[in-house]
């Protein structure tokens, strides 16, 4: 079969590698009829997240149908099912997963030895992520083997259009979980950092959830209209002042909720002198991170506010201001998505039309030119914000 | 398509029976500029560290004798470069390097006067520099280019609201979620000031 193969920095390949098999009772072959490239997979293509090794599948945002069932799967699972494939993996018989906390499920990670080294305890495998997450072959590929299939994934009813669906896999829930997490109410002003796929999934989120007023923050002005569509107030930080307008817009008190959906990549800008210094530690292996928007979110969120951060961090970071996120009694809340503690309810929200998440989707390909589609997004060319591959 | 890499089939050890394995590779995302930039990128390092710790055979081989803390001053430089080369940021470390060519050749300069015993050698250095410079060049030139973000339309997605109802009717539409117990955080502003205001 053709899949999206990483050779190393910046080099993924549509290789032709051998078909995925069944290993264990509980796994599941797909034939992928649509996958995605994730902002966080950019984190891998810039080889910012140790563990990857030569050979790699990339994707974790896949869907598609079954075409083989494990026999311990006992009809859970079956040929014919049309599934989207979250990108955690999750045994569903742990203590973690009996919980909710999907994303750090104690049994999926078949390279537990190095979470445990490297996080202190193991986290959930994911698809295409890394070997300290289980080195699992990812779904950008004509085919998936999806192991504890019937955990893992979710089944969704034909008649909808793959591109409707295929976001529960990763970008919808995450922005939902970020909004969850931070317990909206109808007073909030919510600020959230990046106007990505995450970020333009977490601005409806908010709306959806009743915020009284969603502030998107960005450079880029496709991005930006497109978070001003969905009704956010939006910033745009290279011509205005973040802190002296999200202190304009919440009289002068700071918004009660911030979202991080930026993560480890933050925009260099000499007009940020942080963010160069960050760069620089991070060209130097000094710091793996460039937390620019976690020191901003820190100085401007409100004192018994909340931050909620589904950005990607891989490692190290520096100069974070604890002493005012203590003072201001600010409380946190992150993580890897817990996915299947919400498909199904979003995956009602898109039957009955609260919300279609193909919104987000500018480009569309061929799985061949994935490597092409990979620069495409990473360059953000061509209006790029969200790309959808049909292998 | 290119023959698998010998370190993809050595990383097969680290895989599943079931799992994928790469047979046969096809191009790459990266392109010729990104190659080239990356062969530039090492070669600013292996450059550099020779200025820093042997400059004096440098500045002997040219007649240069007495500037070799400018030499090494050269070689930090060239590190940095090498570095940025190497980096997700070439296109600072290309331009960097055609900057630094500049400053090698202007230097290269000084050593071509006449009675500099060495000025056979410091022609071809500053041969070999104009053609490496015209290397850089172009190659700077190139990887701008390709990732330059303004390749490509310029589109409008005022229209991608991702609401079917609409804005207004979706504004606080799934109010019927009931936040979980474990992410309840502090009380709405209108219960504690219904419970001052009774208080």
Same mark, same amino acid.
């Given at each position: 079969?053709?899949?999206?193969?990483?050779?190393?920095?910046?080099?993924?390949?549509? /290789?032709?590698?051998?078909?995925?098999?069944?290993?264990?009772?509980? /796994?599941?072959?797909?034939?992928?009829?649509?996958? *995605?490239?994730?902002?966080?997979?950019?984190?891998?293509?810039?080889?910012?997240?140790?563990?990857?090794?030569?050979?790699?599948?990339?994707?974790?945002?896949?869907?598609? +149908?079954?075409?083989?069932?494990?026999?311990?799967?006992?009809?859970?699972?079956?040929?014919?099912?049309?599934?989207?494939?979250?990108?955690?993996?999750?045994?569903?018989? =742990?203590?973690? =997963?009996?919980?909710?906390?999907?994303?750090?499920?104690?049994?999926?990670?078949?390279?537990?030895?190095?979470?445990?080294?490297?996080? #202190?305890?193991?986290? @959930?495998?994911?698809?295409?992520?890394?070997?300290?997450?289980?080195?699992?072959?990812?779904?950008?590929?004509?085919?998936?083997?999806?192991?504890?299939?019937?955990?893992?994934?979710?089944?969704?009813?034909?008649?909808?259009?793959?591109?409707?669906?295929?976001?529960?896999?990763?970008?919808?829930?995450?922005?939902?979980?970020?909004?969850?997490?931070?317990?909206?109410?109808?007073?909030?002003?919510?600020?959230?950092?990046?106007? #990505?796929?995450?970020?333009?999934?977490?601005?409806?989120?908010?709306?959806?959830?009743?915020? +009284?007023?969603?502030?998107? &923050? /960005?450079?880029?002005?496709?991005?930006?209209?497109?978070?001003?569509? *969905?009704?956010?107030?939006? &910033?745009?930080?290279?011509?205005?002042?973040?802190?002296?307008?999200?202190? +304009?817009?919440?009289?002068?008190?700071?918004?009660?909720?911030?979202?991080? =959906? &930026?993560?480890?990549?933050?925009?260099?800008?000499?007009?940020?002198?942080?963010?160069?210094?960050?760069? *620089?530690?991070?060209?130097?292996?000094?710091?793996?991170?460039?937390?620019?928007?976690?020191?901003?979110?820190?100085?401007?969120?409100?004192?018994?506010?909340?931050?909620?951060?589904?950005?990607?961090?891989?490692?190290?970071?520096?100069?974070?201001?604890?002493?005012? @996120?203590?003072?201001?009694?600010?409380?946190?809340?992150?993580?890897?998505?817990?996915?299947?503690?919400?498909?199904?309810?979003?995956?009602?929200? &898109?039957?009955?039309?609260?919300?279609?998440?193909?919104?987000?989707?500018?480009? +569309?390909?061929?799985?061949?030119?994935?490597?092409?589609?990979?620069?495409?997004?990473?360059?953000?060319?061509?209006?790029?914000?969200?790309?959808?591959?049909?292998? | 398509?290119?023959?698998?890499?010998?370190?993809?089939?050595?990383?097969?050890?680290?895989?599943?029976?079931?799992?994928?394995?790469?047979?046969?590779?096809?191009?790459?995302?990266?392109?010729?500029?990104?190659?080239?930039?990356?062969?530039?990128?090492?070669?600013?390092?292996?450059?550099?560290?020779?200025?820093?710790?042997?400059?004096?055979?440098?500045?002997?081989?040219?007649?240069?004798?007495?500037?070799?803390?400018?030499?090494?001053?050269?070689?930090?430089?060239?590190?940095?470069?090498?570095?940025?080369?190497?980096?997700?940021?070439?296109?600072?470390?290309?331009?960097?390097?055609?900057?630094?060519?500049?400053?090698?050749?202007?230097?290269?300069?000084?050593?071509?006067?006449?009675?500099?015993?060495?000025?056979?050698?410091?022609?071809?250095?500053?041969?070999?520099?104009?053609?490496?410079?015209?290397?850089?060049?172009?190659?700077?030139?190139?990887?701008?280019?390709?990732?330059?973000?303004?390749?490509?339309?310029?589109?409008?997605?005022?229209?991608?609201?991702?609401?079917?109802?609409?804005?207004?009717?979706?504004?606080?539409?799934?109010?019927?979620?009931?936040?979980?117990?474990?992410?309840?955080?502090?009380?709405?502003?209108?219960?504690?000031?219904?419970?001052?205001?009774?208080?």
């Amino acid at each position: 079969m053709r899949a999206l193969v990483w050779h190393g920095k910046e080099d993924i390949r549509c /290789d032709t590698v051998s078909d995925p098999e069944i290993e264990d009772g509980r /796994d599941a072959i797909i034939k992928v009829t649509s996958c *995605a490239i994730c902002g966080s997979d950019l984190h891998l293509f810039h080889n910012f997240i140790p563990a990857m090794l030569p050979g790699d599948v990339m994707g974790h945002e896949t869907m598609g +149908e079954v075409v083989e069932a494990g026999r311990g799967l006992n009809g859970k699972v079956k040929k014919g099912d049309r599934v989207v494939v979250p990108f955690t993996i999750v045994c569903g018989e =742990c203590d973690q =997963c009996k919980r909710g906390y999907f994303s750090v499920c104690q049994r999926s990670n078949r390279k537990k030895h190095l979470a445990d080294k490297v996080f #202190g305890h193991t986290t @959930a495998g994911l698809f295409g992520y890394t070997h300290l997450t289980g080195g699992y072959p990812g779904g950008q590929a004509e085919y998936l083997r999806v192991p504890f299939a019937d955990t893992t994934v979710q089944k969704v009813p034909e008649g909808i259009p793959d591109e409707k669906l295929l976001f529960l896999s990763d970008i919808f829930p995450t922005g939902w979980q970020a909004a969850v997490q931070a317990d909206i109410q109808p007073t909030d002003t919510v600020a959230i950092w990046g106007c #990505g796929p995450v970020g333009q999934m977490s601005i409806r989120s908010a709306i959806l959830l009743g915020a +009284e007023q969603v502030v998107a &923050i /960005d450079c880029l002005p496709e991005r930006l209209e497109m978070a001003e569509a *969905a009704g956010a107030i939006t &910033i745009n930080f290279e011509t205005e002042n973040v802190v002296e307008r999200l202190n +304009e817009l919440t009289g002068g008190e700071g918004p009660e909720k911030c979202i991080d =959906c &930026i993560g480890m990549e933050s925009h260099v800008s000499p007009t940020m002198p942080d963010t160069v210094y960050d760069r *620089a530690k991070q060209i130097l292996l000094a710091e793996s991170d460039r937390p620019h928007v976690l020191r901003e979110m820190i100085y401007v969120c409100r004192p018994g506010g909340l931050i909620s951060i589904p950005g990607v961090y891989g490692g190290l970071v520096d100069k974070i201001p604890m002493g005012a @996120a203590m003072n201001k009694g600010l409380t946190f809340r992150m993580g890897q998505t817990h996915v299947q503690r919400w498909t199904a309810d979003l995956l009602r929200r &898109i039957e009955e039309e609260q919300i279609d998440p193909s919104f987000v989707i500018t480009h +569309e390909a061929p799985l061949d030119k994935g490597p092409e589609m990979y620069r495409t997004f990473r360059d953000k060319q061509d209006s790029c914000i969200k790309v959808v591959l049909k292998p | 398509m290119t023959n698998i890499s010998s370190i993809a089939s050595l990383s097969n050890i680290t895989r599943s029976e079931g799992d994928p394995k790469v047979l046969r590779s096809g191009p790459s995302s990266r392109g010729v500029p990104d190659s080239l930039a990356k062969g530039l990128g090492w070669f600013s390092l292996g450059l550099g560290l020779t200025e820093l710790l042997a400059p004096r055979s440098i500045t002997r081989a040219l007649g240069m004798e007495g500037k070799e803390a400018l030499v090494r001053v050269y070689g930090a430089r060239e590190i940095g470069s090498g570095i940025l080369s190497l980096s997700v940021d070439k296109n600072l470390g290309l331009w960097s390097r055609v900057a630094g060519d500049g400053l090698d050749i202007a230097t290269v300069l000084t050593a071509l006067r006449e009675d500099n015993p060495k000025r056979g050698n410091a022609v071809v250095a500053l041969a070999l520099l104009i053609g490496i410079t015209a290397v850089d060049l172009m190659d700077a030139q190139a990887s701008t280019a390709r990732h330059s973000r303004s390749v490509g339309r310029k589109r409008s997605y005022r229209d991608r609201s991702g609401f079917p109802r609409g804005v207004q009717a979706s504004r606080g539409a799934a109010r019927d979620f009931k936040t979980p117990p474990d992410l309840r955080h502090a009380p709405p502003l209108a219960s504690v000031s219904k419970r001052t205001s009774a208080a």
